[in-house]
């Protein structure tokens, strides 16, 4: 089956500390790049997609971007969900190209996080995920609330505190590939376990960066495609799941919204998890990705760790994940940093991800939760 | 820089009511009765628009709990390592609260939910039963 959409251009900033970046500059140098990568010029887009920023708050972040850029699309709007808005963005993107009311979506994010708000002025502003009644007056920090998480499914599938940390190694081991990686020196299990506590379990190497950094790609319909340069990769599938947006109402604390969204993605694409060459899932925490791997049924419950142990998500393993460095190595600047993961998987079909290349790869997944694993979107990208 | 306290709305204000008065209450709705795990104007199962107020016990199990070493602003620093715990209710509804200092808490634990005032609030808190 297909979504008849294609992602035919894509970029990303530099990314880590930018001095002088803005939330406006970083968008715009990621949407001239992905533009120029399919080789168009601003004024062939006529549809605009953004997210939002949390150094520079909008209400119509969308309208912000076009005026900013001088342009003026046929449709354009402002997406905001946590770390799914890349993928939701995209989902909503293919939808637009599909049904013929646009040729060329740019989807594009960005935020200057790290010199705009400093580490601990975004920790403080991403409080507001919590419930302002319910969750806020305790003291909740996102951080807080992914332990609770992790502590639970730790009580429940004797997760370790070593094989979180194995997780956090192996994205550090893929960043190490990518010249452009926030963090690229080498950690090992005991550098993670002796990291400052953050919220028991998790500790500071279990937690993702903050970053400046923007990323864009270029959504075209089936027609439009022809008309890029670079070689396009089709949007085989896509779905959300959505169970919650407070853990305090959560239905489950080791069951997540991944489990419905991959399955609607797999079953639109017509893949199933064995067929994926290579996957970039969302790791604002180690706990995430290990929940994901294990919602998603790449692995069994209680067997997303031993593989992080065993090296299967690095390059050469059953399942390369995240060969960027994901957020915990490569960076995180808000909704752009769901979008490095869209890029790496570019790269990695393109075959232009160089010493990260997974040999041969066709297939890709990829995977944004926003909130406390709260809104979830999967895509499954191919060539 | 203040802590961010509780600011009822119509819709909360019987249960923050309540805790001034030491009594701890849920919503359940009129219709399909079922109880909301957090206060709402509609009921999340029947769309019902009316939601009964009911005296809960305070007696729930310990869903989760973390210990916050890194508070996301400067006056929560000033209270680490601080306790949080999500408490499934015996009633059905959920709640997020500290922990009453001093004390430890462990995943199935039984809690009792008692009161104390925060900056002139009264709020929840996990207390273990003698």
């Known amino acids: 089956m297909t979504m008849n959409a294609y992602i035919t251009g894509a970029y990303d900033t530099a990314v880590g500390e930018v001095p002088g970046s803005s939330c406006m500059s970083l968008h715009a140098e990621a949407a001239v790049g992905a533009v120029a990568d399919a080789g168009l010029t601003l004024t062939e887009i006529d549809g605009v997609l953004c997210a939002y920023s949390l150094v520079s708050p909008h209400l119509m972040l969308g309208s912000v971007f076009c005026e900013y850029m001088g342009i003026h699309p046929a449709f354009c709007s402002a997406t905001q969900a946590g770390g799914a808005s890349a993928c939701v963005m995209i989902m909503q993107a293919a939808a637009l190209v599909a049904s013929g009311q646009c040729n060329h979506v740019l989807v594009v994010t960005g935020d200057n996080r790290l010199t705009g708000l400093s580490r601990d002025g975004a920790v403080a502003a991403l409080v507001d995920v919590g419930h302002a009644q319910f969750e806020r007056p305790f003291g909740m920090s996102v951080p807080a609330a992914y332990a609770l998480v992790a502590q639970r499914y730790q009580h429940e599938f004797g997760v370790t505190p070593e094989q979180l940390a194995a997780i956090a190694v192996e994205q550090r081991r893929h960043a190490g590939r990518h010249p452009k990686a926030q963090k690229r020196e080498p950690i090992t299990v005991a550098d993670v376990l002796a990291s400052k506590l953050i919220a028991t379990p998790l500790r500071l190497l279990d937690c993702c960066l903050v970053s400046d950094g923007g990323a864009a790609v270029v959504v075209s319909s089936r027609t439009a495609a022809a008309d890029t340069r670079g070689r396009a990769v089709e949007v085989m599938g896509a779905g959300q799941g959505h169970t919650h947006e407070h853990i305090v109402a959560a239905p489950s604390l080791t069951d997540f919204g991944c489990k419905i969204s991959s399955a609607r993605a797999f079953a639109r694409a017509g893949v199933t998890t064995a067929d994926i060459d290579v996957a970039m899932i969302y790791d604002s925490f180690t706990i995430t990705l290990l929940v994901e791997l294990e919602s998603i049924g790449f692995f069994e419950r209680g067997e997303a760790g031993p593989a992080a142990e065993r090296g299967e998500l690095g390059l050469g393993g059953s399942l390369p994940c995240n060969t960027h460095g994901g957020l915990l190595s490569y960076a995180h600047s808000g909704a752009a940093g769901g979008m490095f993961h869209v890029v790496e998987a570019m790269h990695q079909l393109r075959g232009t991800a160089a010493a990260r290349q997974v040999e041969g790869a066709r297939l890709a997944f990829v995977h944004g939760d926003g909130g406390i694993l709260s809104a979830h979107c999967s895509l499954v990208l191919g060539t | ?130």
Not at chain 2, 15 to 41: D, K, M, N, T
Not at chain 2, 75 to 92: C, F, H, R, T
Not at chain 2, 109 to 115: D, L, P, R
């Open chain 2, 1 to 130: 820089m203040t802590k961010s306290f509780a600011q009822s709305t119509a819709e909360t204000r019987p249960f923050w009511e309540g805790c001034v008065i030491g009594e701890l209450r849920y919503q359940a709705c009129a219709q399909c009765g079922q109880v909301q795990l957090i206060p709402h104007s509609t009921c999340a199962n029947c769309f019902g628009k009316e939601l009964i107020w009911k005296r809960a016990s305070g007696r729930g199990r310990v869903l989760s709990h973390t210990t916050v070493h890194r508070a996301p602003t400067r006056a929560w620093q000033e209270k680490v390592p601080y306790v949080i715990a999500l408490v499934a209710l015996d009633e059905g509804f959920r709640l997020m609260v500290n922990v009453k200092d001093g004390t430890q808490v462990s995943i199935d634990q039984v809690v009792q939910i008692g009161f104390t005032e925060v900056g002139g609030q009264a709020m929840p808190q996990a207390e273990v039963p003698c």
